[in-house]
């Protein structure tokens, strides 16, 4: 616990009023002899409780303190905890107090200013997410945080990622998860500092740990023995679903570490693993893990220094995996021939639930979009992203018609409106359709004929935020056709130079 946090709790007293002025000095000699002796240990809810107390002269409060405590939440309580620490009230955070919603990034708090913060949450029951991000809190910071979360029974999604919390804030937060005291269920902790004593510190808190479901730790320091000991958590973690590493040291290592936890791992969904120089020992790790696995549903390995022998390394575990669906792999050193081969582990994989392949830095030849489009008929809710066609410009050729235009044309000539056209797409009828049911769908119709590229210039229309769904929730005013090709022509002309 924080000594000088818990003392300046302890310190915690209403201002006097008018009324109370003419026995002042009788009161500050009864404060001084009931604050002679404090309790050595208090926690922070005993401490808001007597600051709740201290300077009430009836019977009834002293022996509730409890009631006292509930009597001076939210705003009295942070207003007083601002006072105690010396800092200036953040009118946002008053604003916002019982919104499940506080938004506090780049408020240049400070240690002393969430020690206040943490004060007014102990007992604050509507706030789900505090975004804390940048604010210099420190290991300080951290350890209050801690303690609050102790108490809290409310929050779930807490981000303070670049915040100097270095190894003392680490073992605050660990020694939180270890015991399995929070409701936090999401921790964001990017750009802290972290090294490999800290490694040790969240390989041993997750291993137990039945909360936390996503964790965000890039940007940090681990190294190859941290990989090693995250790969240990993996073994045995049984929640988190959401791991991001990206940006850290691991190498060659601390991939293979990683691997192989990831071949027992039966939790964890989404693992970023970009920037990290794991290479092609790292890919073959990973390979082999995929092989077992069969939860991963997204990997990034972008940015690792992986050639086409990596990459055909990692092929071994893609022939035979039937979970992942998202592959990132962009901005490593590969040319066609790695491209050809993660394609083709596809086309082998009868049981692949692949999606997306983004190797968006590659150059591929016809040779390449011939077997794409080959792949394309056994998988086409497959949607590899790559750079350009050798000695082709990157837009669909002319010869290609428009899909939104052959889609507008059918329309008119069977008399339906596009709302239609989606719902009969539409299985769960939820006016959302992802984009690999969607691309699915387009291609074994055969009211249209579009081709693959055409379908991928639809669907950028159509999910153009990349959110993975194509939402036509917005035509439940029954567009018709020619009110949608009056709209597309007008978006054309916005595109022309």
């Given at each position: 616990?924080?000594?000088?946090f818990?003392?300046?709790?302890?310190?915690?007293?209403?201002?006097?009023?008018g009324?109370?002025?003419?026995?002042e000095?009788?009161k500050?000699?009864?404060q001084?002899?009931?604050t002679?002796?404090?309790?050595?240990?208090?926690?922070?809810?005993?401490?808001?409780?007597?600051?709740?107390?201290?300077?009430?002269?009836?019977d009834?409060?002293?022996?509730?303190?409890?009631?006292?405590?509930?009597?001076?939440?939210?705003?009295?309580?942070?207003?007083?905890?601002?006072?105690?620490?010396?800092?200036?009230?953040?009118?946002?955070?008053?604003?916002n107090?019982?919104?499940?919603y506080i938004?506090l990034?780049?408020?240049?708090?400070?240690?002393k200013?969430?020690?206040?913060?943490?004060?007014?949450l102990?007992?604050?029951?509507?706030?789900?997410?505090?975004?804390?991000?940048?604010?210099?809190?420190?290991?300080?910071?951290?350890?209050c945080?801690?303690?609050?979360?102790?108490?809290?029974?409310s929050?779930?999604v807490l981000?303070?990622?670049?915040?100097?919390?270095?190894?003392?804030?680490?073992?605050?937060?660990?020694s939180?998860?270890?015991?399995?005291?929070?409701?936090?269920?999401?921790l964001?902790?990017?750009?802290n500092?972290?090294?490999?004593?800290?490694?040790l510190?969240?390989?041993?808190a997750?291993?137990?740990?039945?909360?936390?479901?996503?964790?965000?730790l890039?940007?940090?320091?681990f190294?190859?023995?941290?990989?090693?000991?995250?790969?240990?958590?993996?073994?045995?973690?049984t929640?988190?679903?959401?791991?991001?590493?990206?940006?850290?040291?691991?190498?060659?290592?601390?991939?293979?570490?990683?691997?192989?936890?990831?071949?027992?791992?039966?939790?964890?969904?989404i693992?970023?693993?970009?920037?990290?120089g794991?290479?092609?020992e790292?890919?073959?790790a990973?390979g082999e893990?995929?092989?077992?696995?069969?939860?991963?549903?997204?990997?990034d390995?972008?940015?690792?220094?992986?050639?086409?022998?990596?990459?055909?390394?990692?092929c071994?575990g893609?022939?035979?995996?039937?979970?992942?669906k998202?592959?990132?792999?962009?901005?490593?050193?590969?040319?066609?021939?790695?491209?050809t081969?993660?394609v083709?582990s596809?086309r082998?994989?009868a049981?692949?639930?692949?999606?997306?392949?983004?190797?968006?830095?590659?150059?591929?030849?016809?040779?390449?979009?011939?077997?794409?489009?080959?792949?394309?008929?056994?998988h086409?809710?497959?949607?590899?992203i790559?750079?350009?066609?050798?000695?082709?410009?990157?837009?669909?050729p002319?010869?290609?018609?428009?899909?939104?235009?052959l889609i507008?044309?059918?329309?008119k000539a069977?008399?339906l409106?596009?709302?239609?056209?989606?719902r009969?797409?539409?299985?769960?009828?939820?006016?959302?359709?992802?984009?690999?049911?969607?691309?699915?769908?387009?291609?074994q119709?055969?009211r249209i004929?579009?081709?693959?590229?055409?379908i991928?210039?639809?669907?950028?229309?159509?999910?153009?935020?990349?959110?993975?769904?194509?939402?036509?929730s917005?035509?439940k005013?029954?567009?018709t056709?020619?009110?949608?090709e009056?709209?597309?022509?007008?978006?054309?002309?916005?595109?022309?130079?």
């Amino acid at each position: 616990m924080d000594s000088s946090f818990t003392e300046e709790k302890k310190q915690m007293n209403p201002p006097l009023t008018g009324g109370d002025m003419e026995n002042e000095s009788e009161k500050d000699t009864d404060q001084t002899a009931e604050t002679s002796e404090p309790p050595e240990h208090m926690s922070l809810a005993d401490a808001s409780a007597e600051k709740a107390t201290k300077g009430s002269d009836t019977d009834l409060e002293a022996e509730d303190p409890e009631k006292a405590f509930r009597s001076i939440r939210g705003t009295e309580l942070y207003l007083e905890a601002c006072r105690l620490v010396e800092v200036v009230p953040v009118s946002y955070f008053i604003q916002n107090l019982d919104k499940p919603y506080i938004n506090l990034n780049h408020h240049g708090l400070g240690p002393k200013g969430v020690k206040a913060i943490a004060i007014a949450l102990v007992s604050n029951t509507t706030t789900t997410h505090l975004e804390l991000e940048d604010n210099c809190i420190l290991a300080e910071g951290a350890i209050c945080l801690a303690e609050m979360l102790r108490e809290n029974s409310s929050l779930q999604v807490l981000n303070i990622s670049n915040n100097h919390l270095d190894t003392a804030g680490a073992e605050a937060i660990t020694s939180l998860l270890l015991d399995n005291v929070s409701c936090l269920h999401t921790l964001q902790l990017s750009g802290n500092n972290f090294g490999e004593e800290a490694a040790l510190y969240f390989a041993e808190a997750l291993m137990s740990n039945y909360q936390v479901k996503k964790l965000d730790l890039s940007h940090n320091e681990f190294h190859e023995k941290g990989g090693q000991l995250l790969g240990q958590m993996l073994a045995s973690n049984t929640k988190l679903e959401f791991l991001d590493l990206s940006w850290n040291h691991l190498k060659r290592k601390g991939a293979v570490g990683l691997s192989v936890g990831l071949r027992v791992n039966d939790a964890l969904k989404i693992l970023n693993l970009s920037w990290n120089g794991i290479g092609n020992e790292g890919a073959l790790a990973l390979g082999e893990a995929l092989k077992l696995n069969n939860v991963l549903v997204h990997l990034d390995i972008s940015n690792n220094k992986i050639n086409n022998e990596g990459a055909k390394r990692l092929c071994r575990g893609l022939e035979v995996n039937g979970n992942l669906k998202i592959l990132k792999m962009a901005n490593n050193p590969l040319t066609v021939e790695g491209a050809t081969a993660l394609v083709v582990s596809v086309r082998k994989n009868a049981k692949s639930m692949m999606e997306e392949i983004n190797i968006s830095n590659v150059l591929v030849n016809e040779n390449f979009i011939k077997l794409l489009d080959g792949v394309y008929q056994m998988h086409p809710e497959l949607d590899v992203i790559y750079d350009e066609v050798e000695g082709c410009i990157s837009k669909i050729p002319k010869q290609h018609p428009n899909p939104m235009k052959l889609i507008q044309n059918y329309l008119k000539a069977h008399n339906l409106q596009l709302w239609d056209f989606f719902r009969k797409i539409d299985k769960d009828g939820n006016m959302k359709i992802p984009v690999a049911t969607f691309r699915r769908a387009m291609m074994q119709q055969s009211r249209i004929p579009l081709d693959r590229v055409q379908i991928g210039e639809l669907v950028h229309k159509l999910d153009r935020n990349r959110t993975g769904f194509v939402d036509y929730s917005h035509l439940k005013e029954q567009k018709t056709a020619q009110k949608l090709e009056e709209e597309e022509t007008e978006e054309e002309n916005k595109e022309k130079p």
